[in-house]
């Protein structure tokens, strides 16, 4: 049945109706299929229309009815990559491997998750452990670092998308 089949109407109506269609197998077939991220097009069709972590803090404070993080949640392809982006890239499994035998764990590649319980929401990782999500950052100047910590905390923007990360993956914290 689709929901345009039911009587219901309203937001919360329809994130009902897909937390029901979405089954805890399906998320994890999705998460399966999803693991090369951007090489993958159901990587990118998963996102569409879902408030993604990495902008959960930009969403909770946006004030602009139709602007470009409409577009993001929306699907728009981002228009370039950055000299920032794909340094990142290609550090990101130098970074894991480092990680991975600094803190002595074995880190999996991750797809993209979805809650079964909340479908608005989704999340793409860069690896998982047992128990923990992993999330790099490779910052190219130290003006960046400042804008990830400060006094020695994560700041609110990463801590929320961690925070989500966690909660989508149902693990005890994150590296």
Known sequence: MDFKETTETGPEKFIEFCAKKLSVQVCNLIFNKTKEHSSSSLWHEMRYGRIMASILYKTSRCQTESGSLCQIILGAPSPFETVTTARGKK????????????????????????SSLNPIFGASLDGLTENLCVEVKCPSKEATVKNLIKNNEIKRKHKTQIMLQIYICNKKGVI
């Open 91 to 114: 550090l990101e499994k130098r970074v894991l491997a480092v990680v991975a035998k600094k803190k002595n764990v074995k880190i999996s590649s991750a797809g993209f998750h979805l």
